[in-house]
């Protein structure tokens, strides 16, 4: 088996060789044509300079006649600012300019750039706290919680020692009116 494997891939090598020569030749055919084309420009670039030697004129004053024999055009003559004394020339000159009315214009844009009152729509009210102190009232917060909790118990202990004197005294009362109670039976 190694016979029939190894003929294959003699194949498959010849016919990559015979590939890369056929691109080759493609290759050489492009440049080879590339190369008489740029032959040719040569050749007539020589000609165009062997007939400008030969008229004695540069061959920039020869494209210069040829588009002053193409287009002749001639500008009208606007004379704005010149004062002339000649009359086909006064005919030529421009009337002096107007400036346009820049008052009109300047209104609109003072009218259009005046800004609305603001404050219509937005409320200070919203925007200013409702106390000046708030921020020292929440500052004193929490002291305050504390003192509030040391008077509450203070309070309470208060209330029951005038309670327990209450049931003192209630009770001495109820014990005196046993006891007159139990005199009089």
Known sequence: ?????????????EEEAMA??????????????????RQERLRALR??????????????KQFRRDDEEETVRHKEIKLRNYDPEDEELKKRKVPPAKPASVEDVVKEQLEAAKP????????????????????????VAKKLEK???????????????RLKGQEEELASAVGSAKQDGSDSD
């Open 1 to 13: 088996m190694a016979a029939p494997s190894g003929g294959a891939k003699e194949e498959e090598e």
């Open 20 to 37: 890369a020569a056929v691109g080759e030749e493609a290759e050489l055919g492009r440049l080879e044509e590339e190369a008489r084309k």
């Open 47 to 60: 000609q165009r300079a062997l007939q400008n030697k030969s008229s004695g004129e540069p061959e920039s």
């Open 116 to 139: 609305e009152p603001i404050i219509d729509e937005v409320d200070l009210a919203n925007l200013a706290p409702r106390k000046p102190d708030w921020d020292l009232k929440r500052d």
């Open 147 to 161: 003192l509030d909790k040391r008077t509450q118990r203070a309070i309470a202990e208060l209330i029951r020692e």
